[in-house]
């Protein structure tokens, strides 16, 4: 009924192009997110590079200027609205479990569609719930109701739309009440109050994060309103609306300067929300948002007795902890991120570190582990399990992942037919290391596996399929051999083991630039652009000079000239 509501009321605006899935808006919490931050490309003949500070090209990268609320935005905009998680009406689902899936381009009629059936839902869900109905409806209705409503359009536009409406928006919606005996069944205030919200969010100002601030600079930019930089500093940091004090503050004029947006974004790094944020940037630093074989791993349990598939959810909040303490109960650097012992165990996790269980509960506890054996996030059974296979570790999956996703090294394309390439079983070959070596021993891989991929994969053979510290190959009992020659930022250096290895990754200048595209891949909602490279040259050095926190990081992604500034590709 309220679709039709739409067409009888008049069209509100139109629904523009769809942001990539990436960043804060996607489901760690924020989307694709990271992207690989990688050098060049790969061709299969090669690995690509990094870049360098001293290369960047100045400029800011041309944006949309009406992105789409990711699905992920979406749900938290709703829930912090009105207080929805879950739609009643269609299983108690999410409300993005109904939309079209997160992708670039524009919205078709079936996308379309769905907005609107979801906002019927919504619409319905509030209006008969009281409690709810008071996160939309802050007066009650009385005599035509037309009195509150208005007010209600003003307050809860101003949040809806994150920008006080124009006296045009508001005569419009005005209009929809001044309709509603013709457009509900009764005309009930109630009834035309479900319209309104209704109308609220199939609304492009809703679904769309605008930016139509016209003060230009003559170069194809725009400098935002005070209310755009609000809304671009709740979506980077939150996910989601802005709050009130940053509500006053856009309307007061105190988002105009660095100084004023810096102070606002260190408050908001205090918020639990923030939180949040961090946790999904680091789910895709580690790749895991996607990963099947982190959640839906599976090991061969005659070699691997300890592992049981209960223990996922836990090494997948040790994992996210570990974060969580070294950037807010730390405060912490890059750096730590390599070199703290600090992990938190409970009595199901216990023995993968090799510790008592009967010392644990079943709450994890902070505790620190042994320096000799883990340091850092690298050595947590959470990494390394999602990184191994069912029934032996897989130095490639670590490999890669050190090469490419920390050291921001394009490992280049596998040839066609190697993923297919089997382990070579043989009486020489008693350790993984060897199989792995004699399986990427041909032209077409050696280049790439023996000077890039395999190495850091080897060095990490001290951890078995689950994570255990292991001497021996378990399926043979031949010793372990974690000394590898490791290219880190040039030429290779030789590494002795995993603690020799985390040290030179924290101190590794690829690797600290590496987490700084990262973040402005992830902060900005785009993959790694040449426009870009200053900013991340500019984290970089900080990071590399030391004492730099990561809050100290996020909080200048809010300080570059891309942050406050809109521009346009010019023809």
Same mark, same amino acid.
């Given at each position: 009924?309220?679709?039709?509501?739409?067409?009888?009321?008049?069209?509100?605006?139109?629904?523009?192009?769809?942001?990539?899935?990436?960043?804060?808006?996607?489901?760690?919490?924020?989307?694709?997110?990271?992207?690989?931050?990688?050098?060049?490309?790969?061709?299969?003949?090669?690995?690509?590079?990094?870049?360098?500070?001293?290369?960047?090209?100045?400029?800011?990268?041309?944006?949309?200027?009406?992105?789409?609320?990711?699905?992920?935005?979406?749900?938290?905009?709703?829930?912090?609205?009105?207080?929805?998680?879950?739609?009643?009406?269609?299983?108690?689902?999410?409300?993005?479990?109904?939309?079209?899936?997160?992708?670039?381009?524009? @919205?078709?009629?079936?996308?379309?569609? !769905? =907005?609107? +059936?979801?906002?019927?839902?919504?619409?319905?869900?509030?209006?008969?719930?009281?409690?709810?109905?008071?996160? #939309?409806?802050?007066?009650?209705?009385?005599?035509?109701?037309?009195?509150?409503?208005?007010?209600?359009?003003?307050?809860?536009?101003?949040?809806? %739309?994150?920008?006080?409406?124009?006296?045009?928006?508001?005569?419009?919606?005005?209009?929809?009440?001044?309709?509603?005996?013709?457009?509900?069944?009764?005309?009930?205030?109630?009834?035309?109050?479900?319209?309104?919200?209704?109308?609220?969010?199939?609304?492009?100002?809703?679904?769309?994060?605008?930016?139509?601030?016209?003060?230009?600079?003559?170069?194809?930019?725009?400098?935002?309103?005070?209310?755009?930089?609000? +809304?671009?500093?709740?979506?980077?940091?939150? *996910?989601?609306?802005?709050?009130?004090?940053?509500?006053?503050?856009?309307?007061?004029?105190?988002?105009?300067?660095?100084?004023?947006?810096?102070?606002?974004?260190?408050?908001?790094?205090?918020?639990?929300?923030?939180?949040?944020?961090?946790?999904?940037?680091?789910?895709?630093?580690?790749?895991?948002?996607?990963?099947?074989?982190?959640?839906?791993?599976?090991?061969?349990?005659?070699?691997?007795?300890?592992?049981?598939?209960?223990?996922?959810?836990?090494?997948?909040?040790?994992?996210?902890? #570990?974060?969580?303490?070294?950037?807010?109960?730390?405060?912490?650097?890059?750096?730590?991120? #390599?070199?703290?012992?600090?992990?938190?165990?409970?009595?199901?996790?216990?023995?993968?570190?090799?510790?008592?269980?009967?010392?644990?509960?079943?709450? @994890?506890?902070?505790?620190? @582990?042994? /320096?000799?054996?883990?340091?850092? %996030?690298?050595?947590?059974? *959470?990494?390394?399990?999602? =990184? +191994?296979?069912?029934?032996?570790?897989?130095?490639?999956?670590?490999?890669?992942?050190?090469?490419?996703?920390?050291?921001?090294?394009?490992? *280049?394309?596998?040839?066609?037919? !190697?993923?297919?390439?089997?382990?070579?079983?043989?009486?020489?070959?008693?350790?993984?290391?060897?199989?792995?070596?004699?399986?990427? /021993?041909?032209?077409?891989?050696?280049?790439?596996?023996?000077?890039?991929?395999?190495?850091?994969? %080897?060095?990490?053979?001290? =951890?078995?399929?689950?994570?255990?510290?292991?001497?021996?190959?378990? +399926?043979?009992?031949?010793?372990?051999?974690?000394?590898?020659?490791?290219?880190?930022? *040039?030429?290779?250096?030789?590494?002795?083991?995993?603690?020799?290895?985390?040290?030179?990754?924290?101190?590794?200048?690829?690797?600290?630039?590496?987490? /700084?595209?990262?973040?402005?891949?992830?902060?900005?909602?785009?993959?790694?652009?040449?426009?870009?490279?200053?900013?991340?040259?500019?984290?970089?050095?900080?990071?590399?000079?030391?004492?730099?926190?990561?809050?100290?990081?996020?909080?200048?992604?809010?300080?570059?000239?891309?942050?406050?500034?809109?521009?346009?590709?010019?023809?």
């Amino acid at each position: 009924m309220l679709a039709a509501v739409a067409l009888s009321a008049g069209c509100m605006g139109s629904i523009g192009d769809d942001p990539a899935d990436s960043g804060p808006g996607g489901d760690n919490p924020t989307g694709a997110g990271t992207g690989s931050g990688a050098g060049v490309p790969g061709t299969g003949a090669g690995p690509g590079t990094p870049g360098s500070p001293g290369e960047c090209t100045p400029g800011i990268a041309a944006t949309s200027q009406i992105p789409r609320l990711t699905n992920a935005q979406y749900d938290r905009t709703v829930r912090d609205l009105l207080g929805i998680t879950a739609l009643t009406a269609s299983g108690n689902v999410a409300p993005s479990t109904l939309l079209a899936t997160d992708q670039a381009g524009g @919205l078709t009629d079936l996308g379309w569609s !769905a =907005y609107t +059936s979801v906002a019927e839902m919504i619409a319905a869900q509030v209006m008969s719930d009281p409690a709810l109905r008071s996160n #939309f409806l802050k007066c009650t209705p009385t005599g035509d109701g037309a009195a509150c409503l208005h007010d209600t359009v003003i307050e809860f536009g101003r949040r809806a %739309f994150r920008r006080p409406l124009t006296d045009a928006e508001v005569a419009r919606f005005d209009a929809i009440v001044a309709k509603g005996p013709e457009i509900t069944a009764s005309g009930a205030p109630e009834e035309v109050a479900e319209v309104l919200l209704y109308m609220f969010l199939i609304s492009p100002s809703f679904i769309q994060r605008a930016e139509i601030s016209e003060t230009p600079d003559g170069a194809g930019r725009f400098a935002l309103s005070n209310h755009e930089v609000a +809304s671009r500093l709740s979506y980077m940091l939150w *996910g989601t609306i802005p709050d009130e004090a940053l509500n006053q503050a856009a309307d007061q004029g105190q988002l105009s300067t660095s100084e004023q947006i810096r102070a606002q974004a260190r408050r908001m790094l205090q918020d639990p929300r923030a939180r949040q944020m961090v946790a999904g940037f680091h789910r895709d630093y580690l790749e895991l948002g996607a990963n099947t074989r982190w959640d839906s791993a599976q090991r061969d349990t005659t070699l691997f007795p300890v592992f049981d598939r209960s223990l996922i959810p836990i090494m997948a909040e040790e994992t996210e902890r #570990f974060f969580d303490h070294v950037v807010f109960t730390l405060g912490g650097t890059f750096q730590e991120f #390599f070199l703290s012992p600090i992990a938190f165990v409970n009595a199901a996790t216990a023995p993968l570190y090799g510790l008592d269980p009967a010392r644990f509960g079943s709450e @994890l506890e902070e505790i620190t @582990l042994d /320096a000799s054996q883990r340091p850092g %996030f690298l050595t947590r059974v *959470g990494f390394l399990n999602a =990184y +191994s296979s069912y029934n032996r570790t897989s130095p490639i999956l670590r490999g890669v992942f050190i090469t490419k996703d920390v050291l921001g090294i394009d490992p *280049g394309t596998p040839p066609p037919g !190697a993923l297919e390439t089997p382990l070579p079983e043989g009486a020489d070959l008693d350790t993984n290391r060897k199989r792995v070596d004699a399986q990427t /021993a041909g032209a077409a891989c050696a280049g790439c596996h023996h000077n890039y991929i395999n190495p850091p994969g %080897f060095v990490m053979e001290a =951890y078995d399929a689950v994570g255990t510290w292991q001497t021996q190959e378990a +399926s043979t009992g031949a010793p372990i051999n974690t000394v590898a020659d490791v290219r880190i930022d *040039g030429e290779p250096v030789r590494v002795t083991g995993p603690v020799d290895l985390m040290a030179r990754l924290a101190a590794s200048p690829n690797a600290q630039r590496q987490y /700084a595209q990262k973040w402005v891949s992830y902060a900005y909602e785009r993959d790694g652009h040449p426009l870009d490279s200053c900013t991340v040259d500019d984290l970089a050095t900080k990071i590399t000079a030391g004492g730099y926190t990561v809050l100290d990081l996020i909080t200048d992604l809010t300080q570059s000239e891309s942050f406050r500034i809109r521009a346009v590709a010019l023809e």
